[in-house]
């Protein structure tokens, strides 16, 4: 584990140096924004299977309410229905958490890498660099304490914390608005718990401030970059699918 950090902290070091005559003091930080977008754009032919997935479960809704309405009451009978189906229209169920799952791993590298005073063995190095002088290895409890809110590392926060809000606010009232327009569900058609869902699902990305505020500056930046580029992409994944573009919101 020690030797693949020090190799992700030469990945983020090179593209740092890299950035550097556009970027200068605040190199490091545009590594990390690279770094994230480069994950991302990896993971975007799964992000495209996963939309392509959402579609076909929307389309199967109807279907998967009239086996729940059979064979609710027999669990093992409807599981069975429900794979049945599924093989038949060749839907993956798990199509949709692929695109997710596999961004975690980047994530945690990022933390791990601005949560640890050595790497390797050696002084981590990359814990000097800063955005606009707050460092990237501080957390916002951490700027609060060396001057408040608008100390000299508070506003990188509050850019940030605005810029999520921005995001999850177009999220939310966007997804709102394709759940209104999937149109009413009558109740031979409901799915169990889907009335708390449509309550629930609009709020989720507001729940990256949480994130944000807690983790090291280096992981909010790939939080942030990486939920921008989320709400970005799912407006042209999702544009002629409202109700599975709905349903996609919290993926």
């Keep these: 584990m020690s030797a693949f950090m020090s190799l992700f902290a030469s990945l983020v070091g090179a593209l740092a140096d890299l950035l550097q005559p556009l970027f200068h003091a605040s190199a490091t930080a545009a590594a990390i924004v690279l770094f994230t977008a480069l994950v991302r754009l990896a993971v975007h032919p799964l992000s495209r299977a996963a939309a392509r997935g959402q579609k076909e479960r929307a389309r199967l809704a109807p279907q998967m309410a009239e086996l729940r309405r059979k064979h609710g009451k027999d669990p093992d009978r409807l599981q069975r229905a429900v794979l049945e189906l599924h093989a038949k229209e060749k839907v993956s169920p798990l199509a ?3 695109p997710g799952l596999l961004q ?14 050595r790497i390797g063995g050696e ?5 000097g660099h800063s955005l606009f002088g707050a460092g990237l290895g501080g957390r916002w409890t951490d700027a609060l304490g060396e001057g408040g809110v608008f100390g000299p590392a508070g ?7 605005g810029i999520v809000a921005v995001v999850a606010t177009f999220t939310y009232v966007r997804t709102r608005r394709q759940l209104a327009s999937a149109g009413p569900v009558g109740p031979e058609q409901a799915l169990p718990g889907m009335g708390a869902m ?3 699902l609009p709020l989720m990305s507001f729940a990256t401030l949480i994130t944000v505020a807690v983790v ?4 909010a930046l790939y939080v942030v970059t990486s939920t921008t580029w989320s709400a970005v992409e799912r407006v042209f994944l999702y544009r002629d699918a409202p109700a599975a573009g709905a349903l996609a919101t919290a993926g």
């Design 216 to 219: 090291p500056l280096a992981a």
């Design 155 to 161: 506003p990188v926060y509050l850019a940030l914390f």
């Design 96 to 98: 949709g958490c692929l």
């Design 104 to 117: 975690l791993p980047a994530f945690f590298l990022m933390y791990h890498l601005f949560s640890s005073s």
């Design 123 to 127: 002084e981590n190095e990359l814990l």
């Design 198 to 200: 449509t309550k629930v």
